[in-house]
């Protein structure tokens, strides 16, 4: 709350509150601050000391006004081509693309998660409480000794000059290849040492495979809901994103063959990124027929298929894999290790057909120019030891006995579940929009996850992602509740 006495006037922390979450996205462009007297009375000031914060935030070039309207976070100025920078540009699923357009989209802010998500305190100093918009487990979740113990065994002086002193190599470190063949195998997916390429994440995995196979202008195909980081990627690299409706079985078949008939030959979707396995954000899991419906269809259709495999390690091994029935002859594996073991580490690799591997090699040496090789043996020595498969089983049950906190408290405050709930993530209906809710919540210092960040083109929605590590405080929901109802109360008197 602001504080009389703080050295800083009522105006200047206002002001300077707005100012932070605008320049760190938390306030995307185009969104509407709230009015003068709902912030007034939010944040128990005078209506004189809001609009004398507006005023410093107008001054600072941060919002605009509009006329009987209210005020705005300003957009992004245009680029040398007029065009807004990080715009997204994606064609609707519901009907057949023109030949060629491109319809225009609000710039997705993946920031509202990657920054917010990571932040330890808000404006004033003052200690975040949980998110429950997080991406990853809790830091205490991921605790372990035995990764100490594994960079102590590695970087044994000699070790750690040999490495340190010289580039690793192009690849990946042979010793984790060789186990990360030997952990896919366990997955029913076949790929030798040299069909296997690691990265800085799974992220950096992704984006090699795009930077490798792809050019500007070329169609991508993605889940949605979805990632919010992968649509903000694909629009900084100048791709045309077909979002693909995500269904209870997997991604609709009708949309992808509608898409790869619609354009010309060249013009033509090229990749399908796709989560088979709990999927983010929904958790829901590929049926097995419709798996290999969809290696039917980019196998009629030539596009390959990249399966992002980000939570394996929160899934049942049994669990569909389309790199597994195709034997990666149309499908590109990607996997890492941030969420389930040091998030700081960023060690993903991919599995792809020997004839890609180099292209792949060649693309990840220009942006990284050389592999982590300390990292990388550590973590091989883990996967060795099985201590990674345990470490991921006691998660697992711990994670399990979240959920059912999580879905029971969730359910009271009368949130639906759209999805049935699985891994780590649920997908909920919480009756009002999510984006004003967010914004509402990030008052008492929670950070959520809005719906409308999950979607190609931003629009509002009551859906919402919840992390079932995050949400087990009863006085987070009753927080919730409180600010719903008066989220409720203000949209029905405004539209009174």
Known sequence: MLTRSSSQTLTEQLANRYAE??????????ARLPSVRECARRHEVSPYTVVAAYDQLLAQGLI??????????????PDARGEPRSELRAEPADRAPASGGRSPARPLDAATLIRGMFRQ?????????????MGVLPPDWLETPFLSAAVRRVTRTTNLHALSLQYGEPAGDSSLRRALSQKLASLEIEASPEQIVTTVGATHALDVICRALLKPG?????????????????????????????RDEGPDLEVIGRYCKAYAPEQRPKLFISVSVLHNPTSQSLAPSHAHRVLRLAQEHDFLVVEDDTYSHLAPVHATRMSALDALERTIYVGGFAKILAPNWRVGYLAAREPLVERLIDAKLLSTLTTPALLEQSLALCLEQGQIRRHAERVRSRLDGARA?????????????????????????????????????????YLLAPGSLFHAARQPTQLMRINFATTQSAGFWRDFERLREEVARTRGARGA
Not at 122 to 131: E, L
């Open 21 to 30: 979450r605008i320049r760190n996205r938390l306030l995307p462009p185009g």
């Open 64 to 77: 605009e006004a509009r006329r009987n309207r209210g005020f705005y976070v300003r957009e992004s100025r």
């Open 121 to 133: 305190v808000d404006a004033q100093g003052q200690q975040m409480k949980p998110s429950p918009g």
């Open 218 to 246: 070329d169609a991508v195909m993605v889940d949605e809901p979805g990632w919010a980081v992968e649509f903000a990627r694909l629009a900084h690299l100048g791709m045309r994103v077909l979002p693909v409706p995500r």
């Open 405 to 445: 906190r999580a879905v029971r408290l969730a359910t009271q405050a009368g949130c639906r579940f759209v999805c049935e709930p699985a891994g780590l993530f649920g997908w909920v209906d919480a009756g009002v929009d999510t984006d004003r809710l967010a914004q509402r919540m990030l008052d008492e210092g």
